[in-house]
């Protein structure tokens, strides 16, 4: 390197080059992190409002005796609908702010780094990175 400097001096500029590059790539998408939320929180109190009314329903005509005498619960579409109903509450529930994982940050900084990977062999030699890197992948 230029004048003896090694390639642990250069930490805090990788780290920089690092934090840039994650953030030109990934900070964009927070710019729909405000809407995201919003229509989480609508979703919530929608689906809310309606599980709530369609499980009273249910409880009050298959488990207070509402249900008419020939109506069997046994093959009665309203099991499945309470099911349906939950699962679509769960995914709204579910629904991330952010449109992107951990995993895709952790990717893209690795992508990010992999420019930077040749230097280490002004540190480590070649066998001993490959003996290295043997040991962990086996």
């Known amino acids: 390197f230029f004048a003896g400097a090694r390639l642990p001096a250069f930490k805090l500029e ?22 995201l939320a919003a229509a989480r929180r609508a979703g919530l109190r929608e689906f809310g409002v309606l599980a709530s009314h369609y499980v009273r329903e249910f409880d009050r005509k298959w488990l207070r005796g509402g249900a008419p005498a020939d109506e069997s619960l046994l093959g009665s579409g309203d099991i499945q609908s309470l099911a349906d109903l939950g699962n679509s509450y769960a995914v709204v529930n579910e629904m991330r702010l952010m449109p992107f994982t951990m995993r895709n940050l952790l990717q893209l900084a690795a992508i990010t780094l992999l ?4 230097l280490l062999l002004t540190m480590i030699p070649l066998e001993e990175l490959l003996e290295r890197f ?3 992948v086996f």
């Open 14 to 35: 990788i780290i920089g080059l690092v934090s840039v590059m994650v953030f030109a790539i990934l900070g964009p998408m927070l710019v729909f992190l405000p809407r």
């Open 115 to 118: 420019p930077i990977a040749p």
């Open 134 to 136: 043997l040991k962990v």
